[in-house]
C-alpha cells in the first residue's frame, strides 16, 4: 500500500522554525518528485514547494522564498521542509504528494497525497 505520511505540524510562535517530514511507505522515493502544499482556513490549496526525484531541481512559491527549504534524503525515503521565520499566514494544513515528473508537480497535478499535519503559527 503506498503511503505518503507527514509530520513535524505544531504549534510555534511568530519568527520560530519547524521542520516537516515527509515519509514514504510501500514505494520508493527514488522516482518521484514531492512536493508540499498547503491549504488554510477558508482557502484553496496551494503549492508552496516541490523537488525532482534527484533533489536536483526545486522550486517555491515566491511567499516562502527564502524561509523555506526543500530537501529529502532518499536512503530515508523522505523529503523535509525546513521553515523558518514563519508568520501567522503561514498556518495551514500542510500536505506532501508525489509525482514521476517534476514539471507535474510545479503544476500541482499530484499522483499521491498524504493526509496531512497542521502548522499554527501563533502567540
Known amino acids: 500500500q503506498l503511503q505518503l505520511v507527514e509530520s513535524g505540524g505544531g504549534l510555534v510562535q511568530p519568527g520560530g522554525s519547524l521542520t516537516l517530514s515527509c515519509a514514504a511507505s510501500g514505494f520508493t522515493l527514488d522516482y518521484y518528485a514531492i512536493g508540499w502544499f498547503r491549504q488554510a482556513p477558508g482557502k484553496e490549496r496551494e503549492g508552496i514547494s516541490c523537488?525532482?526525484?534527484?533533489?536536483?531541481?526545486?522550486n517555491y512559491v515566491d511567499s516562502v522564498k527564502g524561509r523555506f527549504t526543500i530537501s529529502r534524503d532518499n536512503a530515508k525515503n523522505t523529503v523535509y521542509l525546513q521553515m523558518n521565520s514563519l508568520k501567522p499566514e503561514d498556518t495551514a494544513i500542510y500536505y506532501c504528494?508525489?509525482?514521476?515528473?517534476?514539471?507535474?508537480?510545479?503544476?500541482?497535478?499530484?499522483?499521491?497525497w498524504g493526509k496531512g499535519t497542521l502548522v499554527t503559527v501563533s502567540s
Open positions: 504528494a508525489a509525482v514521476p515528473l517534476f514539471r507535474r508537480c510545479v503544476s500541482g497535478v499530484m499522483d499521491y
Open positions: 523537488i525532482s526525484n534527484r533533489g536536483g531541481s526545486t
